[in-house]
Protein backbone atom coordinates (compact mmCIF):
# COMPACT_ATOMS: atom_id res chain seq x y z
CA UNK A 1 0.00 0.00 0.00
CA UNK A 2 3.10 2.23 0.62
CA UNK A 3 4.94 1.59 -2.34
CA UNK A 4 1.78 2.54 -4.37
CA UNK A 5 1.12 5.62 -2.37
CA UNK A 6 5.10 6.83 -3.04
CA UNK A 7 4.28 5.73 -6.70
CA UNK A 8 1.54 7.42 -6.95
CA UNK A 9 2.74 10.83 -5.26
CA UNK A 10 6.06 10.43 -7.53
CA UNK A 11 4.08 10.51 -10.70
CA UNK A 12 1.94 14.01 -9.55
CA UNK A 13 5.01 15.49 -8.70
CA UNK A 14 6.37 14.94 -12.02
CA UNK A 15 3.75 15.99 -14.13
CA UNK A 16 3.53 18.96 -11.77
CA UNK A 17 7.02 19.94 -11.89
CA UNK A 18 6.91 19.57 -15.91
CA UNK A 19 4.05 21.56 -16.18
CA UNK A 20 5.59 24.62 -14.62
CA UNK A 21 8.54 23.88 -16.46
CA UNK A 22 6.00 24.29 -20.18
CA UNK A 23 3.97 26.82 -18.29
CA UNK A 24 7.40 29.41 -17.53
CA UNK A 25 7.47 30.89 -21.14
CA UNK A 26 3.61 31.71 -20.70
CA UNK A 27 4.01 33.42 -17.26
CA UNK A 28 7.34 35.04 -18.18
CA UNK A 29 5.77 36.66 -21.92
CA UNK A 30 5.21 40.22 -21.58
CA UNK A 31 2.23 40.85 -23.68
CA UNK A 32 2.42 44.94 -23.86
CA UNK A 33 5.99 44.69 -25.24
CA UNK A 34 5.12 41.46 -27.36
CA UNK A 35 8.23 39.92 -26.21
CA UNK A 36 9.51 37.57 -23.65
CA UNK A 37 11.13 38.32 -20.31
CA UNK A 38 13.41 34.75 -19.80
CA UNK A 39 16.75 34.95 -19.27
CA UNK A 40 19.21 34.89 -22.32
CA UNK A 41 20.54 31.42 -20.93
CA UNK A 42 17.01 30.31 -21.12
CA UNK A 43 16.53 31.32 -24.49
CA UNK A 44 19.51 29.93 -25.73
CA UNK A 45 18.99 26.20 -24.45
CA UNK A 46 17.90 23.89 -27.04
CA UNK A 47 16.01 21.66 -24.49
CA UNK A 48 13.70 24.25 -22.52
CA UNK A 49 10.89 25.64 -24.19
CA UNK A 50 10.48 29.26 -25.23
CA UNK A 51 6.82 29.94 -26.62
CA UNK A 52 4.39 31.17 -24.55
CA UNK A 53 1.08 29.17 -24.91
CA UNK A 54 -1.61 30.86 -27.63
CA UNK A 55 -4.20 32.03 -26.04
CA UNK A 56 -7.74 32.36 -27.84
CA UNK A 57 -9.72 35.38 -28.77
CA UNK A 58 -11.43 35.08 -25.12
CA UNK A 59 -8.41 35.12 -23.15
CA UNK A 60 -6.77 37.70 -25.24
CA UNK A 61 -9.27 40.52 -24.76
CA UNK A 62 -12.42 39.45 -23.80
CA UNK A 63 -15.52 41.70 -24.09
CA UNK A 64 -17.63 43.78 -21.72
CA UNK A 65 -21.22 43.78 -22.78
CA UNK A 66 -23.45 46.20 -20.30
CA UNK A 67 -27.09 45.52 -20.70
CA UNK A 68 -29.62 47.66 -19.40
CA UNK A 69 -33.28 48.01 -19.61
CA UNK A 70 -35.25 51.18 -20.65
CA UNK A 71 -37.96 51.18 -17.96
CA UNK A 72 -40.16 53.99 -19.62
CA UNK A 73 -40.87 51.84 -22.19
CA UNK A 74 -41.20 48.62 -20.61
CA UNK A 75 -43.59 50.15 -18.34
CA UNK A 76 -45.54 51.66 -21.83
CA UNK A 77 -45.25 48.01 -23.17
CA UNK A 78 -46.95 45.98 -20.05
CA UNK A 79 -49.62 48.73 -19.76
CA UNK A 80 -50.27 48.25 -23.48
CA UNK A 81 -50.20 44.68 -23.38
CA UNK A 82 -52.76 44.36 -19.94
CA UNK A 83 -55.17 46.85 -22.21
Known sequence: MKVSLNWRIGLIATVVAASLLFLTPTLAWD???????????W?????????AI??????QG????VI???TEEAV?????RLR
Not at 31 to 41: A, Q, V
Not at 43 to 51: E, F
Not at 54 to 59: E, R, T
Not at 62 to 65: F, K, S, T, W, Y
Request: no cysteine; net charge neutral.
Open 31 to 41: YKEGRSRLPEW
Open 43 to 51: LNSKILPHN
Open 54 to 59: NLGLDL
Open 62 to 65: GMHL
Open 68 to 70: GVN
Open 76 to 80: QNEIA
